[in-house]
Structure formats: structure tokens, C-alpha cells
């Protein structure tokens, strides 16, 4: 059983560049939260997809956004990147309906803003 | 104030000594409570969770929990060296659905 995968895993790209990043549920979960991890933090809550829509979203600005297709695997965009955008993202999968914090990560992509 | 407060640490314990790490929330309405293990380099893992008031153990591990006093906390009891990890403490807030972490403890048991 095949749990959250996330590619890329590591990526480097330059400010003002634009990155997306993709995430695959563990099998039976329809629900899709992004986080950033910056080092030394815990993770920020970006938004939580569910049913193809953006159920709930942080304290992120536009600049970030998202995609669920219809298969559950989901997108996260980030434009216009800055040098604070360098964090680990990560994504985490749940069955709908269940209780909201019983998640299961994924091991990331680590993204270098230069 | 922060959401969830956790001290940073690092914490360190010998190996069969009981780790304490401790936790507290801003949110009075909140219900649910999380505990995940963070192995560097790694991603998070739930190890725990809470509901309501009291003890809740799974083997060496016991969560409690005390809303009236916005407090949650996790007992290691005989540490061991592969417990060495940053926990994170995670609270549903109702307000915004969504799951809130601290910025995690860093535990290190010495063998």
C-alpha cells in the first residue's frame, strides 16, 4: 500500500521564478493539506483540498495556490517566488469525514529560493 | 500569543528515564489533540492522540490532556535512544478547521 508520494523531492530555483509541486494520497484518502516546513519551525497550514475544491486555507498569500484532480493527487503553486519561500513543503492525506488532524505525510519537497 | 506553544528544547533525558514534553493552546474551544514524531531529515508521524480530559497510553507512551487549563502533554516512560526525534505538538482549532502546530520540542536520550 502505497502511502503519500511528493516530487519533486529537492529543486532549486531563482526569486521571481515559479514552482509546482505534486503530491499523490495514500490510497483510500480524499483529502489533500499542504504545509511548509521552514527549518527549525513546525509546519504552517497552506490549504486543504477536498472534492476537486479549496476547503480551508492559512494565513498564505495569493501567490500560493492549489489544484485537486479528480484521481485525489493534487498541485500546489507558488509564484513569484522569494528567498522565504525556501521551506520544506509538505503534503498530507485523510479520509474525508475523519478527524482532521489524523494525518499522514508525505516526505516533502525541499525547496531552495536563490 | 502563539496558538500552540511548545518549548524548543533540546531535551535531554538518559536512556530509561521518562521524558516530559508539554504543550499549550490558545484556542478554549478546541477538541482535538495530536502528537507527531519528526525524525530529522524526516516528515511527521502521528504517534498520538487526545479527546478529552485525562490519560490516554499507548505502551510507552501516555498523552494527557486538560482543557480547562489549555494544556496537553506527553510522557516517554523508559526512553530510548531511537525516541531522539522533535515532537510536535498539533491542535484542531474550530475556528478555521484547521490543524495547528507548534514549533515541536527536540528530545535526546543518551545512552
Known amino acids: 500500500d502505497a502511502g503519500v508520494t511528493q516530487s519533486p523531492t529537492h529543486l532549486i530555483k531563482t526569486r521571481g521564478q515559479q514552482v509546482t509541486l505534486r503530491c499523490s494520497p495514500k490510497s483510500g484518502h480524499d483529502t489533500v493539506s499542504w504545509y511548509q516546513q521552514a527549518l527549525g519551525q513546525g509546519p504552517q497550514f497552506i490549504f486543504q483540498y477536498y472534492e476537486e475544491e479549496e476547503r480551508q486555507r492559512g494565513n498564505f498569500p495569493d501567490r500560493f495556490s492549489g489544484h485537486q484532480f479528480p484521481n485525489y493527487s493534487s498541485e500546489l503553486n507558488v509564484n513569484a517566488l522569494l528567498l522565504g519561500d525556501s521551506a520544506l513543503y509538505l503534503c498530507?492525506?485523510?479520509?474525508?469525514?475523519?478527524?482532521?488532524?489524523?494525518?499522514?505525510f508525505g516526505e516533502g519537497s525541499r525547496l531552495t529560493v536563490l | 500569543q502563539k496558538e500552540v506553544e511548545q518549548n524548543s528544547g533540546p531535551l535531554s533525558v538518559p536512556e530509561g528515564a521518562i521524558a516530559s514534553l508539554n504543550c499549550t493552546y490558545s484556542?478554549?474551544?478546541?477538541?482535538?489533540f495530536f502528537w507527531y514524531r519528526q525524525y530529522s531529515g524526516k516528515s511527521p508521524e502521528l504517534i498520538m492522540s487526545?479527546?478529552?480530559?485525562g490519560d490516554k497510553e499507548d505502551g510507552r507512551f501516555t498523552a494527557q490532556l486538560n482543557k480547562a487549563s489549555q494544556y496537553v502533554s506527553l510522557l516517554i516512560r523508559d526512553s530510548q535512544p531511537s525516541d531522539s526525534a522533535t515532537y510536535l505538538c498539533a491542535v484542531h482549532m474550530e475556528y478555521g478547521n484547521k490543524l495547528v502546530f507548534g514549533a515541536g520540542t527536540i528530545l535526546r536520550v543518551k545512552s
Open positions: 498530507a492525506s485523510s479520509p474525508g469525514g475523519r478527524i482532521a488532524g489524523e494525518l499522514f
Open positions: 484556542d478554549r474551544v478546541s477538541q482535538s
Open positions: 487526545i479527546y478529552s480530559n
